[in-house]
């Protein structure tokens, strides 16, 4: 059966709106956020790749320790079990979408 699903019905946390699937009838799970000027999450990681698509906005990651830097137009792709962590660099907010290939996230954090 095909669902429509408002955003504004999902749960919202500090940045983002939350959609775990399994509670949809997916197999993926994923973040609808805007994130601040200086905003994002601590370290953490999860079993799985994240896939960040980034649809404007500027933000430095941090992936295993490497930085890296990333803008609106792009799309990041996680590694499984990577310690990772971003935050918004520049005057805009980041605006974004995170894949997690799960139907429940699990996520682990390290600070």
């Keep these: ?6 955003t504004t019905s999902l749960a919202v946390g500090k940045y983002t709106a939350r959609f775990e699937g399994a509670d949809h009838g997916s197999p993926v799970s994923l973040f609808v956020g805007e994130v601040a000027p200086g905003g994002g999450p601590v370290l953490h990681r999860h079993p799985y790749e994240e896939t960040f ?13 490497e930085e890296l830097e990333a803008r609106g137009g792009q799309i990041v792709v996680v590694p499984a ?5 971003f935050r ?18 699990v996520q682990e954090d390290l600070e």
């Design 88 to 105: 918004v660099t520049g005057d805009a907010p980041l605006r974004f979408v995170s894949v997690h290939p799960a139907p429940r996230m």
């Design 53 to 65: 698509v980034l649809e404007a906005g500027t933000v430095a990651f941090t992936v295993d320790g």
């Design 1 to 6: 059966m095909t669902r429509v699903v408002e």
């Design 81 to 85: 079990g990577a310690a990772h962590r």
